[in-house]
């Protein structure tokens, strides 16, 4: 095995809300390792309570689940997440930034913003994955996503513990693949043994 | 290997150059994704379909230079943003500040100045406002005229009484705001030893010997190689003991010469000049 980081094949770009913590920790502890993908999550929190959510996760999963630094490259097999209060953005360049700037469909972080830079960054090299969540955030993402040739997941709104995340991306965009927490990571492990 | 990702990329880059070469403002060490969102946001605001065509207008224009330089900056500012660092600030940072006869601050990229009056509340409740002399600099200039009125809405003004308590201030915020119809305006009693004046960090010169820097949340926007560069800036503007205090995803951690600096609260990113 190769201990060199590496740049990712492809990036899995995650958005969660309302009930999205514990979707993240069934996904993480399922996901089978190692993998040749990264995985970036923005998650809407509360700003108070913030930082001990890459600890609650990082001890449920097999691999490295960190808080995105600033610039930090993104490496193949690691798990990024959001900063409560901050944008989450994915460069060119393979790294990942922060900003301040305004909410966007109040939240900050925001999906859509993680989404958007990831496709422009990465292009068909991307795959959205949509959880579960109580508002619209994510929606116009997954359509950037979609148009630079990337792929959305999304999981079923009848078995998400809110609905209308899913439900707005799937309204919006011509999504890829619908279906179960379970059927999501099956797919996404799936990705990790193609390459 | 071509050079850039794709046309986007370039127009991006081309641009940059020709605002270089016309205005002499140097947005090339930015960081691309968020200056992008805002490139494509002032697009929009000015009802431009086309980089290229913002390009050939930008340096035939001033006033769409203007609003350029004040739509790509990201602003957004609140009071005592992350309460727990100005905790900090007392105890890691007012001791020392009390042993200077007189205190010279700068808060670089302070935006519309709630940073600004967040700290010189901290500063008049220790006594040490009255000897102090605060620089307050932006590359925008239209934030600075904002921050000089010391004028703000009153729709954020309950998530900075929080903000307040939770940075354990006496009082309440309001005792430090005139109150006006849908707006406060700071008191003069705060204003009155804060200068206001342009400076961009990307160009402009070291800035005397300052005992305090507060340059939060601007970093972020930077890549490495022009942070370091501003780094290098900071640590030539502060004397001796003088502290540094950077946003919490900021950090000196990959600087090169960061053993001219001690770190004194790594989470809220205070770091002292110690050579
Ligand atoms: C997000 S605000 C930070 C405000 C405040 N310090 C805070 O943390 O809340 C960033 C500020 O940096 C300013 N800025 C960006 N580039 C700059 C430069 N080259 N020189 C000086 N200020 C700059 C922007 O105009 C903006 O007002």
Redesign the interface.
Known sequence: MNTVPKTPSCIVVIGASWGGIQALRTLLTQLRSPFCFAVVIVIHQDR?RASQLPQLLNDTAAFRVVEA???EPIVAGNVYIS?PN?HL?????GTL??????PVNYCRPSVD?LF??AA??FGDRVVAVVLTGANHDGAAGAQRVKQRGGKVFVQNPKEAEAKAMPLATIRDTEVDFIGSLEAIIDKLNGIGQHV | MPKYQNDEDYDIHALLEVIFLKWGYDFRGYSKASLTRRIFYFLQEERIDRIPDLQYRIVRDKSLFSRFIKDVTVNVTEMFRDPVFYQSVKENIVPQLKTYPHIKIWHAGCATGEEVYSLAILLEQEGLLERSTIYATDINRSVLDRAKKGIYSDSYLQQYETNFENAGLKGHLSDYFEKGYDHVIVDSALRKNIVFTEHDLVIDHVFGEMQLIFCRNVLIYFTRGLQSKVIDLFSESLDFGGCLCLGIKETLDFYEHKGKFKTLDPNNKIYQRTR
């Open positions: 108070q630094a600033d610039k900063t901050y953005l994915v460069e060119q360049d930034s922060h900003t301040i700037d305004k913003v958007q830079t422009d960054a």
